[in-house]
């Protein structure tokens, strides 16, 4: 198993996930947040343990990421919303490239359920290999998507069983760490970390939420036992990112049980 240690502090990650300029486009953005570099200052210093970032931002940001000792987690694969179809998220970088980059680790998207699975598990496959092959951890962000789920994401327990699904599927396909979106259930999330097992989970943000219920809900994740956090919007479209940051790595480092 490739070692996730580059992007652990004490066992846990803090995430800070900046990928959303492809995945959502510039309206998820604001003058305090369109740049990488605003990002990279957000993260200097201040309990972040790894960034995620597309091949573009990372490429041009190289030297600022170098300075600012934040370990690069490379994502290889995305999409744009302008997209329609089944959900699919095409290989755009390759390993080779995230060595280059100087990558702690690399990150791939799988729509496990879309009637593209096969496609993103054939190419997820190759990227484990050579990634392993190279010493380099995987990271799958998992997240169940398309027309075969959406009666079975309506419920609440349709939305556990699948966020556990999420979870250990991740882990049979050789990933490290696997990045699920939280059903809401404590219980559940509980299940879903061990049903990954060796791979470490950790909880994607989500759209950004009231300070209060977004650490309410960080709480209960880390609880419930996640290895932390990967967040991006719930962070940089906060009023003060500096901030809330210093809370989440209080939450993370402070009050989890594991
Ligand atoms: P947020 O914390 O902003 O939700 O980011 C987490 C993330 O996984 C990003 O890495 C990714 O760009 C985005 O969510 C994808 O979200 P979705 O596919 O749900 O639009």
Sequence with gaps: ?????????????????????????????????????????????????????????????????????????????????????????????????????????????????SEEEWR???????????????????????????????KQLKTQKGKNEIMAYAARAAFEVGADMVKIQYSGDPKALKWAVKSADRCKVVISGGVKEGEKAFLKDLKDIMNAGASGMAIGRNIWQHDNPREI????????WGRSKK
């Design 1 to 113: 198993m490739a070692s996730l240690d580059k992007i652990l502090r004490k066992g846990k990650a803090f995430i800070l996930a900046y990928d959303q300029g492809l995945e959502h486009g510039p309206v998820e953005f604001n003058d305090k947040n369109v740049s990488p570099k605003q990002i990279i200052d957000i993260a200097k210093n201040s309990g972040v343990t790894a960034l995620a970032l597309q091949k573009g931002p990372a490429e041009k940001y190289r030297k600022e990421i170098k300075a600012s000792k934040i370990p690069l987690i490379l994502k290889l694969n995305g999409k744009t919303r302008m997209y329609k179809g089944e959900a699919f998220s095409p290989q755009l970088c390759t390993v080779e490239e995230a060595i280059k980059l100087g990558a702690a680790a690399v990150g791939y998207t799988i729509y496990f359920g």
């Design 120 to 150: 993103m598990l054939e190419e997820f496959e190759a990227i484990e290999k050579k990634a392993h092959a190279k010493g380099l951890p995987v990271i799958v962000w998992s997240y169940p998507r398309g027309k075969s789920l959406e």
């Design 245 to 252: 940051t210093k809370k989440v790595s209080k939450i993370i």
